[in-house]
């Protein structure tokens, strides 16, 4: 079966900078269109970014645009997350996830096939 680990997540200030990481396994990683979701407590969750199979196009939430980065290398089946300039409202479980078949990133949390546990982002003042 298919695998997604995520790591890189912890405590930071505000305007720091963390760089989250999902490695995957049991599968063509090549293959999968991949995205980055984050959920607050009480909150549902929402898409940060994703990034297509094939064409390597990506695609980011306005909250996020222009601080943080999406990025894969295909050689390590990972995917990446750099995040700069972090805010406390960037606090949050962040998840991986992974589509099959298509090239096309969603919001969607439901579009998605697979999904990592999750690592925590916290961003104090």
């Known amino acids: 079966q298919v695998q997604l680990v995520e790591s890189g997540g912890g405590l930071v200030q505000v305007g720091g900078s963390l760089r989250l990481s999902c490695a995957t396994s049991g599968g063509a990683f090549g293959l999968y269109t991949m995205g980055w979701f984050r959920q607050a407590p009480g909150k549902e969750r929402e898409f940060v970014a994703g990034i297509s199979r094939m064409t390597g196009n990506m695609h980011y939430s306005d909250s996020v645009k222009d601080r943080f980065t999406i990025s894969r290398d295909n050689a390590k089946n990972t995917v990446y997350l750099q995040m700069n300039s972090l805010k406390p409202e960037d606090t949050a479980v962040y998840y991986c996830?992974?589509?099959?078949?298509?090239?096309?990133?969603?919001?969607?949390?439901?579009?998605?096939?697979?999904w990592g546990q999750g690592t925590q982002v916290t961003v104090s003042s």
């Open positions: 996830a992974a589509r099959l078949l298509t090239t096309r990133i969603s919001g969607d949390a439901h579009e998605y096939d697979y």
